[in-house]
């Protein structure tokens, strides 16, 4: 699982307009995400890298992940439109 608050992702489409693609996938990421075992493994690697890294490269990371995603097949939602999380129990918590 990963986690980005609101700002970070607005500063990221500000600074970079590409990001536009993602804001669908992640407004979608709200119901939780399946995605194919094809895509977790292509995603994996990017994870594991992620934990450890630091500066550009946490941030180029990111980029292919969020590439990767988005061309992988759609992904199942996994709960019902009418489910509204409550992010404040689990947004303090950085990745682990």
Do not use: N, W
Request: aromatic content about 8%; hydrophobic content about 50%; glycine content about 6%.
């Amino acid at each position: 699982m990963l986690q980005f608050d609101t700002d970070f992702v607005v500063r990221a489409i500000e600074a970079f307009p590409e990001f536009r693609r993602i804001t669908h996938l992640l407004e979608a990421s709200g119901s939780g995400l399946l995605f194919s075992p094809a895509t977790g493994e292509a995603v994996a690697p990017i994870l594991r890298d992620m934990l450890g890294a630091q500066g550009i490269r946490r941030v180029a990371l990111c980029v292919a992940l969020f590439d990767v995603l988005l061309h992988s097949a759609e992904p199942v939602k996994l709960v019902s439109e009418a489910y509204r999380a409550d992010p404040a129990r689990y947004t303090e918590t950085r990745m682990s």
